[in-house]
């Protein structure tokens, strides 16, 4: 099993930044992809980022491009999401997701463990 615990979130207001932290227990980190995922009040759960074990290869949702960055500490195994000029559409829950293969990494379905999520709140 692996625990994963989101902190970081918050209330911003629009063009702030929040950084959100994964601290991740259980098994051996650098084992596994490690992304992000939000899911909105009404809307159905959305990819945001993830990163490859060696943190080789990287990918986002194109609604967050050039805003988001992930990385992973696997020292500490701890994965960040650096979120830069927030806008309102940003609100919602965040979920720390981990799995073993780089596949498919948009599909949900894939990762095999979440977090509790952590609230991010962006005013306007």
């Known amino acids: 099993q692996v625990q994963l615990v989101e902190s970081g979130g918050g209330l911003v207001q629009a063009g702030g930044s929040l950084r959100l932290s994964c601290a991740a227990s259980?098994?051996?980190?650098?084992?596994?992809?490690m992304g992000w995922f939000r899911q909105a009040p009404g809307k159905e759960r959305e990819f945001v980022a993830s990163?490859?074990?060696?943190?080789?290869?990287?990918n986002y949702a194109d609604s967050v491009k050039g805003r988001f960055t992930i990385s992973r500490d696997n020292a500490n195994s701890t994965v960040y999401l650096q979120m830069n000029s927030l806008k309102p559409e940003d609100t919602a829950v965040y979920y720390c997701?981990?799995?073993?293969?780089?596949?498919?990494?948009?599909?949900?379905?894939?990762?095999?463990?979440w977090g509790q999520g952590t609230q991010v709140t962006v005013s306007s």
């Open positions: 997701v981990a799995r073993v293969a780089y596949l498919n990494v948009i599909d949900s379905r894939g990762y095999n463990y």
């Open positions: 259980g098994r051996i980190f650098s084992n596994y992809v």
């Open positions: 990163i490859s074990r060696a943190s080789v290869v990287t």
